[in-house]
Nanobody, 120 residues
Framework: VQLQASGGGLVQAGGSLRLSCAASGRTFNSYAMSWFRQAPGEEREFVAV????????RYADFVKDRFTISRDNAKNTVDLQMNSLKPEDTAVYYCAAGRRMVFTTEYDYWGQGTLVTVSS
């Protein structure tokens, strides 16, 4: 599985962005998909995950009620809608694919990352 993340950019605090991750391969719908982020000097941290079927979602506490993860198995895409952005959301965002829904970085495949910068 190859993953390509896009949609990052510069946005003011309180604004919104929608990240998208496009996956290659015919087995996309068998993978849980997750978003992580990594700020400069920080470790990569879990943001959100969605099950292979799209029925189950989980979020990090710091993004609950602001971010929404979704997927389209017909298009092999997973999106992250980010609302009410804060300067502390500034990071490189990565999508990842794995056989299990986990909150750690134990995923099989990673995208290249897309930079989100939130100005105050």
């Amino acid at each position: 599985v190859q993953l390509q993340a896009s949609g990052g950019g510069l946005v003011q605090a309180g604004g919104s962005l929608r990240l998208s991750c496009a996956a290659s391969g015919r087995t996309f719908n068998s993978y849980a998909m997750s978003w992580f982020r990594q700020a400069p000097g920080e470790e990569r941290e879990f943001v959100a995950v969605i099950s292979a079927s799209g029925v189950i979602t989980r979020y990090a506490d710091f993004v609950k009620d602001r971010f929404t993860i979704s997927r389209d198995n017909a298009k092999n895409t997973v999106d992250l809608q980010m609302n009410s952005l804060k300067p502390e959301d500034t990071a490189v965002y990565y999508c990842a694919a794995g056989r299990r829904m986990v909150f750690t970085t134990e995923y099989d495949y990673w995208g290249q990352g897309t930079l989100v910068t939130v100005s105050s």
